[in-house]
Nanobody
Framework: VQLQASGGGLVQAGGSMRLSCAAS??????MGWFRQAPGKEREIVAA????????FYSDSAKGRFTISRGNVKNTVNLQMNSLKPEDTAVYYC???????????????????WGNGTQVTVSS
């Protein structure tokens, strides 16, 4: 399974950005976005289960970010609004074939990972 992410870049604080990710391969995958800022551990941003019925957001993402499944199978979007400088990080898309609820993935137990895309929010 390969993951291809798009989006990312530089945005001013208060702005918006959309990340997208597509997973190749058969079957259905739970998908999620994680991020890692310099000097910090990787953390979950948001996850969505294989059917789209279950979502999970970190406290920092709640109310500002929205994760959704795309129209094409095994694609996921992350709409990020009201971005803050502290959202600056490398964002990683991940996918997993286990059919658990989205909250299960809070610890990052996903089998497949993309290469990451840089999101920089300037103040």
């Amino acid at each position: 399974v390969q993951l291809q992410a798009s989006g990312g870049g530089l945005v001013q604080a208060g702005g918006s950005m959309r990340l997208s990710c597509a997973a190749s391969g058969r079957g259905s995958f739970a998908m999620g976005w994680f991020r890692q800022a310099p000097g910090k551990e990787r953390e979950i941003v948001a996850a969505i289960n294989w059917s789209g019925a279950s979502t999970f957001y970190s406290d920092s993402a709640k109310g500002r970010f929205t994760i959704s499944r795309g129209n094409v199978k095994n694609t996921v979007n992350l709409q990020m609004n009201s971005l803050k400088p502290e959202d600056t990080a490398v964002y990683y898309c991940a996918a997993d074939p286990k059919m658990f609820s989205a909250q299960y993935y809070i610890g990052g137990d996903m089998d497949y990972w993309g290469n990451g895309t840089q999101v920089t929010v300037s103040s």
